[in-house]
T-cell receptor, first 112, second 114 residues
């Protein structure tokens, strides 16, 4: 019962470096989301996908890119990391637009 | 713009007490509302999903209610235990959206003292 799996769990980057966060779900869900969680700001939506091959911007998309080449995977990329991107990143998926959301365990990213 | 508020931000109770966590939202046009639990350093665990047409949902010692017209939901925890200590988050899905996006409150951090 893997559910939603995020890789890696922790990462430290230097300013200007790039990296990709991987989210994989084994529930055959159509919808996938990337959120970031910051103290005092709550969870905010970065990008989302309503199906394989689709992506769309959320509330705070600047500095991030995403891809959904396979239904089960949703990748979040940082092309040139900035200290403001230090955060905990969560991936989520849902079967439909109004069904229960399932979250991964999070990726704690520090940009120095 | 939909805004979700959870008050209080923190709550401390002795073991065994029944307690209520509050969630309010500004736009009553929602699809549903979901309650989550988050343990320190962990992901979000879904507790209850309550549809806009429902008034209540129950799971074990947890009961969630929804009053869409007043923009309020409550999570009732019966006979609280130290293991219930965590941050509880509520999130709403807008009725006008077909994207399934969740809008979160900032959470209530609960401490249950033995």
């Amino acid at each position: 019962n893997a559910g939603v799996t995020q890789t890696p769990k922790f990462r430290v980057l230097k300013t200007g470096q790039s990296m990709t966060l991987l989210c994989a779900q084994d529930m055959n869900h159509e919808y996938m989301y990337w959120y970031r969680q910051d103290p005092g700001m709550g969870l905010r939506l970065i990008h989302y996908s309503v199906g394989e091959g689709t992506t769309a911007k959320g509330e705070v998309p600047d500095g991030y890119n995403v891809s959904r080449l396979k239904k089960q995977n949703f990748l979040l990329g940082l092309e040139s990391a900035a200290p403001s991107q230090t955060s905990v990143y969560f991936c989520a998926s849902t079967h439909g637009q109004a069904t229960e959301a399932f979250f991964g365990q999070g990726t704690r990213l520090t940009v120095v | 713009k939909q805004e979700v508020t959870q008050i209080p931000a923190a709550l401390s109770v002795p073991e065994g007490e029944n307690l209520v966590l509050n969630c309010s939202f500004t736009d009553s046009a929602i699809y549903n509302l979901q309650w989550f639990r988050q343990d320190p350093g962990k992901g979000l665990t879904s507790l209850l999903l309550i549809q806009s047409s429902q008034r209540e949902q129950t799971s074990g010692r947890l009961n969630a209610s929804l009053d869409k017209s007043s923009g309020r939901s409550t999570l009732y925890i019966a006979a609280s235990q130290p293991g219930d200590s965590a941050t509880y988050l509520c999130a709403v899905r807008r009725g006008s959206s077909n994207t399934g996006k969740l809008i979160f409150g900032q959470g209530t951090t609960l401490q249950v003292k033995p």
